[in-house]
């Protein structure tokens, strides 16, 4: 009875909000979209569809404003109609028409700064199309919009330093996703819209720029401008439009015949190799692994002031914060590398088949960060590529709550930047991964190609990929979908082991809140039994489980989920034995890694000696954790680890582990390891340099300042900022 009062309730309110909606339209009052949870989000409909978009744009520096004339073609979907709707944010409308041969004909409309409702002069069938031209005016400084976490700002069109003060380039970019391309150039801003393009832009004539497609005309004007026009000849969607205007010094690289170019500023311009390089391998492995070539004419990387966010992906020619911009020195501590991957993957998971609305950003978003995990598996090797994985689950994991979380392919969000966030990027990944090991790689990459080549420069969602991989595999995935897509949460398994009268034993109860879903989780379990490795499979689906197994003898070991596929947390209730057993005899990433976790919180003798075999592992990581944690108080330990942490402070190729060695050496506040803290502040790693002057500060403080002080200023300043961010990190 209460129920179906606040169902009642809820209609009414609902049909309130939807005639208040209708009201403020009505009145010419934007009418923001909601913040409401409750809403169902589903995909915009498609009344009428974009076929060509040409622009023709220049720019206002002082005023910050883009002039712009667009001639958009389309045609109506399905239902014949003589109206359109477009986004356009902030604009003035200076003019709209409708192209008949040689002729405008004026066409009636109306706006409200955000919509622009336009009256075509007849009904269009669709198999019709037409051409409106709109005169218009961007002012993207004025509008009034929020951005996000992932996504800060979303005004479309940036003007960077316009007033050309020293100390920063002149710059303007743009940035599309979610729905901000409708800043600069009126459109149907949607992802499920695909329109060819073509920009031509006007820009001061010192100046390079950079769009969509290829340049197929520069234009010298009379008045120190050149006009630059960029054609899209394959349609992507309008968040993925692009400009970009600045002194850009340009890198050209190729691939397979086509252009490959990296813009940077002149300083950074003779790093270009150096930072971008491997681009050209990653569109070689990505296309064979898919078995789709990489699908645009040429691909960019640009790199911009002051951006929003972290990359952006839009159709080949990616854009980059300045965080990707670096000189060889900076090089030596940090790359993105990870970053280049993900966005160069978007190109066929975002680009070529583009997720059909925000609630299946998944589809971007998951297949993006699974190709940096793969490119690094081919690159460095399967335990990178473990690692990587790793990461990627912890970061899930800190954003879980007692197996909390949201959905994967998610229709009820406050607004579309909520939906870039550990969810649609680190889980999806891994379930995509853990999906492939349950599928294996041809069947899994046959399903992918399945999926790009049926949806090619469409759209897609997950119901689509997963109709994809039963045509591929002849089974039925919903079981798989409907768990880790359609529903949301993690298990959190608590694990208990036994053995008696020739039966190993495995408990298994599902802890997660009583309100998440009971997971069905088809594992492996391998049993170390007097240096032999048994495999068995067992399927999880129940809150409390026990599985028996007859095994001779008591197992060494037992290691639950060897591959480390599962999305989500185990309580394994092992002792430091056990973890020391895992580190030496079953050595995969995850186990390593636990292991040293579990041991820098651990005093015992074992625990050390995890620690001790951590400092010679082949992960950097494990390196630095077994260096910053282990614990010197005991002689025999404290002799065998400074013979290895001295090396590592000397010679290893990975500068954070060098820094912590080095700062592991000073906190011995041993006057013997002075000349080691001298011999890293001439080092070229600015963190080494940074580690060894807190390093000097501790033995001799004197010297460290001295030290400091003789530093170049560019060494200086990096190292100052870097002192302070390793003190803050060691004191928290």
């Known amino acids: 009875m209460v129920k179906v009062t606040v169902n009642k309730m809820k209609s009414i309110f609902l049909k309130c909000a939807v005639f208040s909606l209708v009201l403020l339209t009505s009145l010419g009052i934007k009418a923001q979209s909601t913040d409401d949870i409750s809403v169902y989000r589903v995909t915009p409909t498609k009344e009428s569809d974009l076929i060509n978009t040409k622009l023709d744009v220049s720019f206002d520096y002082a005023n910050r404003y883009l002039y712009g004339k667009a001639w958009l073609t389309l045609s109506p979907h399905f239902y014949e109609t003589n109206t359109v709707v477009l986004d356009a944010k902030g604009m003035d409308i200076n003019e709209i028409s409708i192209v008949d041969g040689a002729n405008n004909i004026p066409l009636k409309y109306t706006y409200d700064n955000w919509k622009l409702s336009i009256t075509l002069n007849r009904i269009y069938k669709n198999t019709e199309d037409y051409t409106v031209f709109i005169n218009y005016t961007a002012k993207p400084d004025e509008l009034k919009v929020k951005g996000g976490k992932a996504i800060t700002n979303a005004k479309g069109l940036y003007f960077i330093n316009p007033d050309g003060k020293a100390g920063k380039p002149v710059q303007i970019w743009t940035q599309g996703e979610t729905e901000a391309s409708s800043a600069w150039f009126p459109t149907i801003d949607h992802p499920n819209q695909k329109t060819t393009s073509e920009i031509a832009m006007t820009v001061e004539a010192k100046y390079t720029s950079l769009s969509n497609g290829e340049l197929i005309s520069q234009k010298d004007n009379n008045d120190g401008t050149r006009t630059d026009t960029w054609k899209m000849s394959l349609p992507h969607a309008p968040y993925l439009f692009m400009i970009a205007v600045g002194d850009f010094e340009i890198y050209k690289d190729t691939y397979r015949g086509n252009e490959v170019s990296y813009y940077l500023e002149p300083k950074y311009a003779p790093y270009a190799k150096q930072i971008f390089g491997k681009t050209p391998a990653m569109m070689a492995f990505f296309g064979d692994i898919l078995g789709v070539e990489y699908p645009w004419g040429k691909y960019a990387q640009v790199v911009a002031r002051d951006y929003v966010s972290g990359a952006m992906e839009n159709t080949s020619a990616t854009l980059h914060g300045a965080q990707v911009q670096k000189t060889e020195r900076e090089l030596l501590d940090s790359n993105h590398e990870n970053t280049i991957a993900h966005e160069l993957f978007h190109q066929w998971f975002g680009d070529y088949v583009t997720a059909e609305s925000w609630s299946n950003l998944t589809m ?30 912890q970061n899930y994991l800190r954003s879980q709550k007692n197996g909390n979380s949201e959905v994967l392919a998610r229709f009820h969000y406050k607004n579309s930047d909520k939906m870039f966030d550990n969810i649609s990027y680190s889980k999806g990944s891994i379930i995509l991964y853990a999906l492939k090991n349950q599928m294996g790689d041809a069947a899994f990459f046959k399903s992918l190609n399945n999926y790009l080549t ?96 007859d095994i001779a003898s008591e197992p060494d070991f037992i290691d639950l989920d060897p591959d480390k596929i599962l999305v989500g947390q185990i309580i394994d209730n092992k002792d430091i034995s056990d973890y020391l057993y895992q580190y030496k005899k079953v050595p995969s990433y995850y186990n390593r890694i636990e292991a040293v976790k579990f041991a820098a919180k651990d005093k015992s003798p074992e625990a050390q000696l995890i620690l001790l075999a951590g400092l010679e592992d082949q992960q950097d990581d494990i390196r630095a954790l077994s260096i910053k944690t282990i614990d010197l108080s005991d002689r025999k330990i404290k002799k065998e680890a400074l013979k290895s942490i001295l090396d590592i402070a000397k010679n290893d190729i990975k500068t954070n582990a060098r820094a912590e060695a080095i700062l592991k050496l000073a906190n011995t506040r041993n006057t013997h390891y002075k000349s ?57």
């Open 454 to 549: 049926t949806n090619a420069f469409k759209t897609g969602e997950s119901h689509q990929l997963r109709l994809a991989m039963e045509e591929v595999t002849g089974k039925d995935w919903s079981p798989y979908f409907n768990q880790w897509y359609f529903n949301g949460g993690s298990p959190i398994l608590d694990i208990n082991y036994g053995y008696a009268n020739g039966k190993a034993t495995i408990s298994v109860k599902q802890v997660q809140d009583q309100a998440v879903q009971t997971f069905s989780l088809p594992l492996k379990v391998d049993f170390y039994v007097n240096g032999n490795k048994m495999r068995k499979d067992i399927l999880i689906n129940k809150r409390a489980q026990d599985f028996s197994f």
């Open 676 to 732: 080691l803290m001298k011999e890293s502040v001439k080092d070229e790693s600015y963190t080494v340099i940074a580690a060894g002057v807190i390093g000097l500060k501790k033995i001799a403080t004197d010297d460290a300042d001295k030290e400091l002080a003789d530093l170049d200023e560019d060494t200086k300043i990096h190292v100052t900022k870097l002192i302070k961010k390793i003190n803050k990190k060691n004191n928290k």
């Open 364 to 393: 971007n978003e998951s297949f993006a960060t699974l190709g940096a995990i793969l490119w690094n598996g081919f690159e460095k090797g399967q335990d990178m590529e473990d690692r990587e994985r790793y990461g990627k689950l």
